[in-house]
T-cell receptor, first 110, second 112 residues
Framework: GQNIDQPTEMTATEGAIVQINCTYQTSGFNGLFWYQQHAGEAPTFLSYNVLDGLEEKGRFSSFLSRSKGYSYLLLKELQMKDSASYLCAVREGYGQNFVFGPGTRLSVLP | EAQVTQNPRYLITVTGKKLTVTCSQNMNHEYMSWYRQDPGLGLRQIYYSMNVEVTDKGDVPEGYKVSRKEKRNFPLILESPSPNQTSLYFC???????????FGPGTRLTVT
């Protein structure tokens, strides 16, 4: 079966760095995705990893270790607008089968 | 403007009254999906489609139907809604050569 775990909530301070972890157990792994979702809005794509290593995109970076079933999203220079839920998702196979984790709600405090 | 649209955005209905939530995308995407989002459970995939007339079940298909007669449209049908289908529903699409999914604005459904 599929299982994806993330911390439920995290709190960090404006200007700081925060790391949101995601662990997964799934079959037919074909990529790990991170999405951002502000309250009351649709998820928006942040990053994609299919090979081991770090992908950097501005203030956001995402890391993947396939052998450990582990990923993290790193947010640097936190801003108040980064307060949102962060969703980890795994794609299975080459089609459109996605499994999402429960999401991590991040609160950025002044 | 490239977008995924859903209608209605909000719906309150009663148990057993058939309803359809429409989803349309203007990006010529092959892949489309329906998800429901519930507190503590995250997004769960209901059905997905990889092209016209090609659909498959996701993780929670019970009580739902879909059809894909045209590339741009992917309606979600609840033949006999029940209170446990009260949820926030998202439609999404992506190009077969891309990995980014584009989500619609969501439909909040309440079944009493």
């Amino acid at each position: 079966g599929q299982n994806i775990d993330q911390p439920t909530e995290m709190t960090a301070t404006e200007g700081a760095i925060v790391q949101i972890n995601c662990t997964y157990q799934t079959s037919g792994f074909n990529g790990l995705f991170w999405y951002q979702q502000h309250a009351g809005e649709a998820p928006t794509f942040l990053s994609y990893n299919v090979l081991d290593g770090l992908e950097e995109k501005g203030r956001f970076s995402s890391f993947l270790s396939r052998s450990k079933g582990y990923s993290y999203l790193l947010l640097k220079e936190l801003q108040m607008k980064d307060s949102a839920s962060y969703l980890c998702a795994v794609r299975e196979g080459y089609g459109q089968n996605f499994v999402f984790g429960p999401g991590t709600r991040l609160s950025v405090l002044p | 403007e490239a977008q995924v649209t859903q209608n209605p955005r909000y719906l309150i209905t009663v148990t057993g009254k058939k309803l359809t939530v429409t989803c349309s995308q203007n990006m010529n995407h092959e892949y489309m999906s329906w998800y429901r989002q519930d507190p503590g459970l995250g997004l769960r995939q209901i059905y997905y489609s990889m092209n016209v007339e090609v659909t498959d079940k996701g993780d929670v298909p019970e009580g739902y139907k879909v059809s894909r007669k045209e590339k741009r449209n992917f309606p979600l049908i609840l033949e006999s809604p029940s209170p446990n289908q009260t949820s926030l529903y998202f439609c999404a699409s992506r190009d077969s050569m891309d990995y980014e999914q584009y989500f619609g604005p969501g439909t909040r459904l309440t079944v009493t």
